[in-house]
C-alpha cells in the first residue's frame, strides 16, 4: 500500500507565494519520477512540473520562471514553490510518484489533490 499526502493549498491574492508538499509512505523500494499536475473546473489535467530521481526538471510553459519543483529523495517528499500567482494558476493540484515496490513491479500513484485558489 503506498500512500501520497498532500499539503500547502490555499487562498492567495494575485502575486502572491504558496509551497505545495507530498510525502509519499508505504510499500516503496524506489521512486522514479515526482511531480505535480493540476485541473481547473471544465479543463483536462495537465502537467505542472517534473523532477527525476538525479533532479531532472521539467516545467509547462505557464509555469516556467515563477514555479520551481524540488524533491528530497531520503524522505520521498516532492515540494513545488509557487510564486507570482495568477488566477489562472487556480486549480486543484496533484501530486504523482513513480513508483517501484519490492518485486521490481511498480505504477504511478497519485495524491487526493489540494486546492490552490488565486484571487483578490
Known amino acids: 500500500q503506498v500512500q501520497l499526502v498532500e499539503s500547502g493549498g490555499g487562498l492567495v491574492q494575485p502575486g502572491g507565494s504558496l509551497r505545495l508538499s507530498c510525502a509519499a509512505s508505504g510499500s516503496i523500494f524506489s521512486i522514479s519520477l515526482m511531480g505535480w499536475y493540476r485541473q481547473a473546473p471544465g479543463k483536462q489535467r495537465e502537467l505542472v512540473a517534473t523532477i527525476t530521481s538525479i533532479s531532472t526538471t521539467n516545467y509547462a510553459d505557464s509555469v516556467k520562471g515563477r514555479f520551481t519543483i524540488s524533491r528530497n529523495s531520503t524522505r520521498n517528499t516532492v515540494h513545488l514553490q509557487m510564486n507570482s500567482l495568477k488566477p489562472e494558476d487556480t486549480a486543484v493540484y496533484y501530486c504523482?510518484?513513480?513508483?517501484?515496490?519490492?518485486?521490481?513491479?511498480?505504477?504511478?500513484?497519485w495524491g487526493q489533490g489540494t486546492q490552490v485558489t488565486v484571487s483578490s
Open positions: 504523482v510518484a513513480g513508483v517501484t515496490y519490492a518485486s521490481g513491479y511498480g505504477r504511478d500513484h
